[in-house]
Structures are given as structure tokens and as C-alpha cells.
């Protein structure tokens, strides 16, 4: 399975983006997706995750600003941020699992993505 992430750039404060995670090769064994994000000197966190029956989670710095959903048709994952923050700034990855729940920990997920750099100016 590849994953290829995809929306990232500079936005100012405020706005908003959408990522897009699509995934290939053997999609079928994939059930639970998720995004992670990094920031320079700062572990990986995760910021959403979804599982194989929709069911979702969301990291507390997101909630309410943040959705995540898929278009399964098309192996597509995606991410819709808004009200950007600085603290936003990070390198966000898309990860997927062979698990149906939603996947909260980062061990769990099978195959990750190259990340594509989300920059709010602020």
C-alpha cells in the first residue's frame, strides 16, 4: 500500500485547507485511517483518526475545527482544517491500519505516507 498526502502549503491564520491522503496498491486490506503531525523539535501526534466503520477521534487541539472523513470509492482520505492556528504548523502524514477501529496509536498503523508541510503564518 503507498500513501501519498497531498494539500498541504501556506495559510494564513484563520483559514483553512483540506488534505488529501490517496492510498494504492492493495487498498482492500485497509480499515482504520488517521493523520498525524509533526512539529520541528516535537514528537508525532495525532490529530484524527477514522475507523473501517466511520467512527472517528479527534486530538483535543482539532476538535471542533477539524474533520476527517473518506471517500472510499476512491481511496481517498481527507482532512479539512479550519480557524488555522501557528500552532498548526507541522508536517502532517497520513497513516493507514489493517485494524476496523479507529487506530489512536501510531504503532498500530501498518503503512504511512511522506507527509506533505501545512506553514500558518500568523
Known amino acids: 500500500v503507498q500513501l501519498v498526502e497531498s494539500g498541504g502549503g501556506l495559510v494564513q491564520a484563520g483559514g483553512s485547507l483540506r488534505l488529501s491522503c490517496t492510498a494504492s496498491?492493495?487498498?482492500?486490506?485497509?480499515?482504520?485511517m488517521g493523520w498525524y503531525r509533526q512539529a520541528p523539535g516535537k514528537e508525532r501526534e495525532l490529530v484524527a483518526a477514522i475507523g473501517g466503520g466511520g467512527n472517528t477521534y479527534y486530538a483535543d487541539s482539532v476538535k471542533g475545527r477539524g474533520t476527517i472523513s473518506r471517500d472510499k470509492p476512491k481511496n481517498t482520505l481527507y482532512l479539512q482544517l479550519n480557524s488555522l492556528k501557528f500552532e498548526d504548523t507541522a508536517m502532517y502524514y497520513c497513516?493507514?491500519?489493517?485494524?476496523?477501529?479507529?487506530?489512536?496509536?501510531?504503532?498500530?498503523?501498518?503503512?504511512w505516507g511522506q507527509g506533505t508541510q501545512v506553514t500558518v503564518s500568523s
Open positions: 496498491g492493495s487498498t482492500f486490506s485497509i480499515n482504520a
Open positions: 497513516a493507514a491500519g489493517w485494524r476496523l477501529a479507529p487506530i489512536t496509536d501510531q504503532l498500530q498503523y501498518n503503512y
